[in-house]
DNA sequence: CGTGCCTTTGACCATTTGGTAAAATAATGG
DNA sequence: CCATTATTTTACCAAATGGTCAAAGGCACG
């Protein structure tokens, strides 16, 4: 799925091409959105010419469909890292903090994700229904057994998971807006302890 | 600004059709967005013709640009109500309720705002470091009143503000990935005892 | 009921855009 | 160095799209 054209392995200069290409949609694909983003941008963007694009990916939503897979990995990786076996506020505070650096690093994927998603997922509805929504049943199970053992106060695990997603990527997502309050330079190292305070607080027993 | 093209008072016809023209925009552009929504669409769901939508607004940008600042007062306003008189943790939960409610009611909105903010708020960047700003400095310090008479716990008031936000919009703009992972009809009474309990455990001294 | 204005429409355009075809230009392996 | 394959470009196209225009249809009111 998503292979080169040509059934063989990728030569170095194909995935030197096919990277530039999926850096410059990435770009554009989170600032304009799907259809708000043309193939001469993408091209100019990576420094290519437009039948150049179509020779290295299928067309625009091939490059489309590309990013979002790879991001989808990355995206819930942190979710996973939850060890049931760890001292539970440490583990809860450890995957806000890896979810906010992901904000951090990566906004442009974020914001991708955050289109995505408002417009309805209709790339990766099943993904979402099956692979996300078996992650979180399994973490959610998880962060409740903590909660039946009195090691956190209780609260609905699926609204705190998702209150993670939603504080985290708010950061990446509504930069301009936080930006526009706060005209700060980097509000990343407030956030953290905000969201520290505001998650122990709301777990400690 | 925005107004009909002829300067005088507005007819029956006229405000019955700016607002189905409206109210279709809406639903395209939240859906869409503004690249991916096209004339047509937006005619067809309004029950005019295309040149038609032309004859009540300017063209795309003007029907854009005409949700975008009636939402705008819709949206700021739950904040302006923060009564600096109230009983502090009342005051803000109940502007956690208001919030949440204008998810419930009208996720359309929050999208197209979301849509908006996510591409960098190229209509509205003014705005928001204006009135926006200027706003949340004012409650902020009400906020941060609370906290130094010991009434509230301490916490980064702005944090706080785009927290309640943040949380309270996920709920309408990511509504696609909750109904995925939750499989339920209505998140929005577990979510409004979830946030209700955290920011109590949050603020609480 | 007729006149003047508001509203609607059908036909039409220019531009943009995703994508193609085929020729031209590098690479690469023997 | 040649032949073969991989890569890139030039010239195009068909469809979609935002928008125009002039004519036709309604409507209100004297």
Redesign the pocket.
């Known amino acids: 799925m998503g292979d080169?054209?040509?059934i063989?392995k990728?030569?170095?200069?194909?995935l030197r091409?096919r990277r530039r290409i999926l850096d410059a949609a990435l770009d554009t694909f989170s600032q304009f959105g799907f259809?708000?983003?043309?193939?001469?941008?993408?091209a100019k963007a990576a420094g290519?010419?437009?039948?150049?694009?179509?020779?290295?990916?299928?067309?625009?939503?091939?490059?489309h469909a590309a990013l979002l897979s790879e991001l989808l990995e990355t995206w819930l990786d942190p979710l996973k890292e939850l060890d049931a076996g760890g001292e539970p506020m440490e583990e809860i505070l450890a995957y806000v903090r890896r979810k906010l650096r992901l904000s951090q690093d990566f906004p442009r994927e974020s914001r991708l994700f955050a289109t995505e998603i408002i417009q309805g997922a209709p790339h990766i509805q099943r993904v979402l229904e099956t692979d996300l929504k078996t992650l979180v049943d399994k973490q959610a199970r998880i962060i409740q057994g903590w909660m039946n053992d009195g090691r956190l106060a209780p609260a609905d695990p699926y609204h705190l998971i998702f209150s993670i997603w939603s504080l985290t990527q708010h950061y990446a997502d509504f930069d301009t807006q936080v930006r526009a309050v706060l005209a700060t330079e980097d509000a990343f190292p407030a956030a953290e302890a905000y969201l520290e305070t505001l998650f122990t607080r709301l777990l400690k027993v």
């Open positions: 080169p054209r040509p063989k990728p030569s170095r200069i194909q091409n259809r708000g983003t043309t193939l001469d941008q993408i290519l010419s437009k039948p150049n694009l179509i020779y290295y990916f299928d067309g625009k939503e091939a490059i």
